[in-house]
């Protein structure tokens, strides 16, 4: 969805990401089981929320470390 258009809403894309469903990065064997979707009171809100956290921290540990490199 992004590749496609790289302006598009996140949120529209973390929508389909929790309908979809997710794998466990704590498991090595996670790839060969079925994604589980995410359901519940608020999910796409709480994804969108950790991601953007996420994406904080990812962005102070690349400062820390040195630029990224610009594609």
Do not use: C, K
Request: proline share 6%; aromatic share 8%; no cysteine.
């Amino acid at each position: 969805m992004l590749a496609q258009d790289a302006g598009r809403d996140l949120s529209g894309i973390y929508g389909a990401w929790t309908a979809h469903g997710l794998l466990s990065p704590m498991r090595t064997a996670s790839e060969l089981e079925e994604p589980v979707a995410v359901d519940g009171h608020g999910a796409r809100a709480r994804m969108e929320a950790f991601m953007n956290a996420s994406w904080a921290a990812m962005e102070g540990a690349a400062y820390v470390r040195g630029p990224l490199p610009r594609g």
